[in-house]
């Protein structure tokens, strides 16, 4: 069974910084392609970034772009979105999805919120 | 960036109900549209890729059309567990982009 858990949400202060990790499980986690999608409270959805499966290519929305990281560790089957310079218009639940050949997500985990506030 | 359009942005609708959701990108996708369901609290679901290919698990009331510009999510006959938010996505080109959701209420 394919499983995706994220971790590392929490409270932080205006221009901190905050690492997310998600743990996957039950699949090949080297031979996906892997994103970060968020929803800021009662808001659709917005795509993050994206991490090619060997980790050679990342791609993130321009409003992260120079303040959030995505890297992956195969080894350890795991993702993570390093986040600094955290803005108020950051906070949401950040979602790990498992990106599928042509663009589509179709595993999710259940989210991580970041809240951003003093 | 590509920009997403979908209509209604509301709908209220009884059981065994039929539904369509239309979604417009501002260019051309070709194919590369998805939609999902989100339920209150919950993580999205993928129910249709490429356009009109159903994912696997999907009931089959859900359904898929259009390329190029012009989308839609159909539902032939509405059962009490599809009452959710849907929301269209484009992956021909990053940034993706999604619609802005319709939520789909019980009438």
């Known amino acids: 069974e394919v499983q995706l858990v994220e971790s590392g949400g929490g409270l932080v202060q205006p221009g901190g910084s905050l690492r997310l990790s998600c743990a996957a499980s039950g699949f090949t986690f080297s031979g996906f392609w892997m994103s970060w999608v968020r929803q800021a409270p009662g808001r659709g959805l917005e795509w993050v970034a994206n991490?090619?499966?060997?980790?050679?290519?990342?791609y993130y929305v321009d409003s992260v772009k120079g303040r959030f990281t995505i890297s992956r560790d195969n080894a350890k089957n795991s993702l993570y979105l390093q986040m600094n310079s955290l803005r108020a218009e950051d906070t949401a639940v950040y979602y790990c999805a498992r990106r599928r050949g042509g663009g589509s997500w179709d595993y999710w985990g259940q989210g991580t919120l970041v809240t951003v506030s003093s | 960036d590509i920009q997403m359009t979908q209509s209604p942005s509301s709908l209220s609708a009884s059981v065994k109900d039929r539904v369509t959701i239309t979604c417009r990108a501002s260019?051309?996708?070709?194919?590369?549209l998805n939609w999902y369901q989100q339920k209150p609290g919950k993580a999205p679901k993928l129910l249709i890729y490429?356009?009109?290919s159903l994912q696997s698990g999907v009931p089959s009331r859900f359904g898929g059309s259009g390329s190029g510009t012009d989308f839609t999510l159909t539902i032939s006959s509405l059962q009490p567990e599809d009452f959710a938010t849907y929301y269209c996505?484009?992956?021909?080109?990053?940034?993706?982009?999604f619609g802005q959701g319709t939520k789909l209420e019980i009438k």
């Open positions: 260019q051309s996708i070709s194919s590369y």
């Open positions: 490429a356009a009109s």
């Open positions: 991490i090619k499966d060997d980790g050679s290519e990342k």
């Open positions: 996505q484009q992956s021909y080109s990053t940034p993706y982009t």
